[in-house]
């Protein structure tokens, strides 16, 4: 990382509230906000189209060299190129969502989403949000993140998410998803989430967007970032 660029480095669980809270961080530091959840999302779509299941490990590493992933920014916003597609509106579905989650511990995929997401950050200030941007991706973050709420929180957040848009859900099934995803992503081998040594940790189990907001702007505040 060049010396006039800085990371702000955001990891956490699913559905703590990252992407929410750091597309607004980078907004008001005028930085960009690079969702890493987006590119293996984008490598999971390409894998699906492959016909790749998501127990076939091998067939994941020997194809994932073929998924030429990209990103560039239209008005701030994030766009993710799939061999010169953009799949912007494709990734968000519950499919993609799950062989992003199978395929991200694969280490070929990682391996190639990481270089990218450290050229990224190298070239540009960046707000980069994820499971390992403090502890793997970019260990020299200028500012690191935690960002945390409790099991129940999480799932009444996504409930009325679901709810809102009309679809019916079981709380109790949606908390019971979140602490299997969670000790998914705590126990893999390769990158498991954690909290870094260095990362100031942000429980917002009982915070506003707005608290959120101000205290991670402090943060970044006191590291001087502004
Ligand atoms: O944050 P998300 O739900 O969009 O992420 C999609 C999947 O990618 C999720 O299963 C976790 C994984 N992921 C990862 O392993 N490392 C990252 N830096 C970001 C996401």
Known sequence: MSEKVFAVAIDGPAGAGKST???????????????????????????????????????ISQKCEEADISISFENGQQVVTLNGENVNGLIRTEEVGNMASASSPNPDVRKKLVALQRKLASEKSVVMDGRDIGTVVLPNAKVKIYL????????????DELTAKGESCDIEKIEADIIERDHRDMTREISPLRQADDAVLVDTSDMSIAEVQERLLNICREKGCI
């Not at 690079?34 to 076939?56: H, P, W």
């Not at 945390?148 to 409930?159: E, I």
């Open 21 to 59: 809270i750091a597309k607004e961080l980078s907004k008001k530091l005028g930085v960009i906000y690079v969702d890493t959840g987006a590119m293996y999302r984008a490598m999971a779509l390409f894998l699906i189209r492959q016909g790749i299941k998501s127990s076939e490990t091998e067939e």
């Open 148 to 159: 945390t709420a409790s099991s129940a929180v999480r799932a009444k957040r996504r409930y």
